[in-house]
């Protein structure tokens, strides 16, 4: 086999970095693809003095953006690499708003962006394969309680926007599972899982007043909160397609993300949201 290619979003910090360090010392020819090259390029000269000498690729994403995704999926097939692995792992929590294409903000960055993405580059891991889709979602689904359907093509109406967040981290594990559906008579296989908690920026919209309660439970480091997504790039057979890991195991989703119908209804309405 030639060259292992890996992209990743968000790995300009947090558990994306991490990961993305752990892959460059094997020697993956990495793509990166998030907000700024600025901010990527530290983690473009981490990779380079490991000297495991392939230049990682940087790609523009706005994840809160479907034209910033399309571009981004033409600009990844013209780099005409390979593509064996694809880590969705970006994500805001408690950041308010509606994206670009006024979607819910969690929803539209942690969900939709990447389904709109991972949709874009599906032909490719496949003529690529054996592949995975790696999907970074959370225990914090176990929080939500329906998908507000009405809701979500409005700004967050949440305070903290935690609600919301957990319902976007809902839609990764009910996507992942349609996703495993879908491509089971290919050689993609696709995962889900929770990292952990683990001190990272992503708690930097979360209000003030629930940053002590945060807290309260001692975090992860990014180190430590990087070894699940290994995990599932490592260990997770075929036979687990579509499931939800944590702690580098098989986990229970909630009853919610168990619920028939679900996933197809939620592929159906992110088909049309991506179609405009
Ligand atoms: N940390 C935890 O305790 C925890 C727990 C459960 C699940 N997770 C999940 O783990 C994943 C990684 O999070 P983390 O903890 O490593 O967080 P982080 O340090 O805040 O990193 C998040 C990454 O996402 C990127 N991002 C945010 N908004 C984006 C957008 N609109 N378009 C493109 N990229 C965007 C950020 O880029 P910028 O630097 O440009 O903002 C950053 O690279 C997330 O999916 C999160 O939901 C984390």
Request: proline share 5%; glycine share 8%.
């Amino acid at each position: 086999m030639g060259q292992t290619v890996a992209l990743i979003t968000g790995a300009n910090t947090g558990i994306g970095r991490i990961t993305a360090l752990r892959l460059a010392k094997r020697g993956y020819q990495l793509i990166l693809a998030g907000r700024s090259a600025e901010r990527t390029q530290p983690v473009i000269d981490e990779i380079m003095r490991l000297g495991a000498g392939k230049r990682p690729h940087f790609v523009p994403l706005a994840l809160d953006d479907l034209d910033s995704v399309r571009d981004c999926v033409r600009r990844v097939l013209a780099l005409d690499l390979p593509l064996h692995l694809l880590i969705n792992n970006a994500g805001v929590a408690g950041l308010k708003g509606q994206t670009k294409q006024a979607y819910e903000m969690a929803f539209g960055v942690n969900h939709l962006g990447h389904f709109l993405l991972t949709q874009g580059l599906l032909n490719r891991l496949q003529s690529d394969s054996p592949s995975r889709i790696i999907n970074v979602a959370s225990r914090a689904h176990w929080m939500a309680r329906s998908i507000p359907w009405e809701d979500l093509q409005s700004p967050t109406r949440s305070i903290t926007g935690v609600s919301e967040y957990a319902v976007s981290k809902l839609c990764n594990i009910l996507y992942t599972k349609s996703l495993a559906q879908r491509l089971k008579h290919t050689s993609i296989t696709c995962y889900a899982l929770h990292p952990g908690v683990v001190a990272t920026e992503i708690w930097r919209s979360v209000p003030g007043f629930l940053r002590p309660l945060l807290r309260l439970r001692p975090m992860l480091s990014p180190e430590e909160g990087a070894a699940t997504t290994m995990h599932c790039i490592d260990h997770a057979s075929s036979e687990q397609n579509g499931m939800y890991f944590a702690d580098c195991r098989l986990a229970a989703v909630s009853p919610l993300a168990a619920q028939p119908g679900l996933p197809d209804r939620l592929w159906h309405f992110s088909e049309q949201a991506c179609l405009h």
